[in-house]
């Protein structure tokens, strides 16, 4: 079960979060849950996987938006730097990225 505690060892600025949540606790975890638990991880893995950039850029900008709304920032972090990327078209090895960004979420839903 996420808490405040873990979500804080694990880097991410709850209170900020909480703030965006009107300091409603079980609602910010509730989303934190939901938001780690989408399956948007899978589908932008998927799209890099079979080269659909502009789709990849699309759940990962949505991606970006979610994590960064509720200040999950080590998951935050990797989703801009996967957005930015994708965004100009770099030729970069987005496998690296999208496993980091993967064990880290891993890493969130273990604690």
């Known amino acids: ?42 589908k932008l893995k998927d799209e890099l996987e079979n080269k659909n950039y502009d789709e990849a850029f699309k759940i990962a900008h949505s991606l970006k938006g979610v994590l960064g709304n509720l200040s999950l920032t080590p998951l935050y972090d990797l989703a801009v730097e996967i957005t930015e990327n994708l965004r100009i078209s770099k030729e970069i090895d987005y496998f690296e990225l999208i496993n980091k960004l993967l064990n880290k979420r891993e890493e969130l839903l273990n604690k």
């Open 1 to 42: 079960m996420i808490t405040l505690d873990k979500l804080n060892q694990f880097g991410a600025n709850t209170k900020e979060g909480l703030d965006r949540c009107m300091n409603n606790e079980a609602f910010y975890l509730r989303l934190v849950d939901k938001a780690i638990n989408d399956d948007s991880f899978i």
